[in-house]
Every structure is written in structure tokens, then in C-alpha cells.
T-cell receptor, first 111, second 112 residues
Framework: DTAVSQTPKYLVTQMGNDKSIKCEQN?????MYWYKQDSKKFLKIMFS???????INETVPNRFSPKSPDKAHLNLHINSLELGDSAVYFC??????????FGSGTRLTVV | GEDVEQSLFLSVREGDSSVINCTYT??????LYWYKQEPGAGLQLLTY?????DMKQDQRLTVLLNKKDKHLSLRIADTQTGDSAIYFC????????????FGTGTLLAVQP
């Protein structure tokens, strides 16, 4: 059983489209995160939810909107995709101040 | 600032020891972590150290922490080709949230 699962694994789409990435964790963790990894492998936090409440909202274009229907799910919706949005997006979860468990990533390519 | 710095690349021969270094910024970090990322995969937790410790050993892995200099290192003994990956250090940024700030990553290449 995968602890943190993301779908899809690969996403290729045209500029201007709207897309969603889904994340689910079965670890019973209270907190979930979205990180973006760029082509130089830099990892930067985007959002975090604790028990469905938004607790971290970094400087991210408002075209990106996270949604957490329950504490086991955190989805990321992106409107009007741009070339610069191409990256690998990682979902992660943690319990309290504990270590993160990461998903395997979603590679988004905007053409 | 939130910069966590690592050297970009390290090349070692199989069987040698590898030492990956990291300089972090937040002296109030409670935990510091080492993660491993293999090609096309997510980040896998390798080990972590609590900020009141100087050293932690876990099988082939040894973590050293110098709080005064805000320096963290990961030593891998008897490095194997399967250890080839990108290694990230991370600090838990101070405050109420569990925000991790990741380093720039070190690509470890193990030559047979």
C-alpha cells in the first residue's frame, strides 16, 4: 500500500489549460504539503494544510489553488498554465513536527 | 534568510566514504534531516538529528551537527553504487508550522 500517492505521475498539457493534481495519504497524518521542484532540483514549499486548514501559503501565483476535502487528501488546481509552471510537484505529509513522507511526484510539462 | 547551502556534486569510488556537507540558517531548528532522491522518484527520509545532539549513527550513516557553525554533515561509509542519488539536507524552520527548508541538493556519483 502506497503511503502518499499522487496522480497523475506525468501530465503534459498546453499553455492556458487548467489542470489538477491529486494527493492522498493513508498514514493518518494531520498535515499535508505541496512542494515544487524545478529543473535545477531546488525544492520550494507552496502550501500546507493541517486538518483541512490552510497554514502555509507561500508566495505562489493565485492561479494555484489547493483544496483539502479531508485530512487525507490535498489536491492542487492550476489555472491558465504557463511554460514556467513546468516542474515536478511533490505532495508530502507529516504528523505534528515529524519528518515528511513524500509522494513519488507529478512531472508537469507545459507546451 | 532561508538559504540552506550544499555543494552541488561529489564523486567517490565504490568502497570509499562519502561526506556531504550542509550549512543551514535557522538556529532555532528543532530537527535537521537528510533525504535521498533517486532518479524519477520522490524523496526518501534517510535519517535525522535532534538539535541538542552532536552526532547520530545509523548503520553506514553518521550525522554530525555543529550548532555553533550551523553545519551539518552526512557520512556514508563503504559507499555503494546504489548510493548514487541526490542528497538533500533540510531544516525545520522555526515557528508553529512544520515547514521544512531544503538544501540545494548534492549529487553523489559512485564510480565502480
Amino acid at each position: 500500500d502506497t503511503a502518499v500517492s499522487q496522480t497523475p505521475k506525468y501530465l503534459v498539457t498546453q499553455m492556458g489549460n487548467d489542470k489538477s493534481i491529486k494527493c492522498e495519504q493513508n498514514l493518518g497524518h494531520d498535515t499535508m504539503y505541496w512542494y515544487k521542484q524545478d529543473s535545477k532540483k531546488f525544492l520550494k514549499i507552496m502550501f500546507s494544510y493541517n486538518n483541512k486548514e490552510l497554514i502555509i501559503n507561500e508566495t505562489v501565483p493565485n492561479r494555484f489553488s489547493p483544496k483539502s476535502p479531508d485530512k487525507a487528501h490535498l489536491n492542487l488546481h492550476i489555472n491558465s498554465l504557463e511554460l514556467g509552471d513546468s516542474a515536478v510537484y511533490f505532495c508530502a505529509s507529516s504528523q505534528d513536527k515529524g519528518a515528511y513522507t513524500f509522494g513519488s511526484g507529478t512531472r508537469l510539462t507545459v507546451v | 534568510g532561508e538559504d540552506v547551502e550544499q555543494s552541488l556534486f561529489l564523486s567517490v569510488r565504490e568502497g570509499d566514504s562519502s561526506v556531504i556537507n550542509c550549512t543551514y540558517t535557522d538556529s532555532s531548528s528543532t530537527y535537521l534531516y537528510w533525504y535521498k532522491q533517486e532518479p524519477g522518484a520522490g524523496l526518501q527520509l534517510l535519517t535525522y538529528i535532534f538539535s541538542n545532539m552532536d552526532m547520530k549513527q545509523d548503520q553506514r550513516l553518521t550525522v554530525l551537527l555543529n550548532k555553533k557553525d550551523k553545519h551539518l554533515s552526512l557520512r556514508i561509509a563503504d559507499t555503494q553504487t546504489g548510493d548514487s542519488a541526490i542528497y538533500f539536507c533540510a531544516e525545520s524552520y522555526g515557528g508553529a508550522t512544520n515547514k521544512l527548508i531544503f538544501g540545494t541538493g548534492t549529487l553523489l556519483a559512485v564510480q565502480p
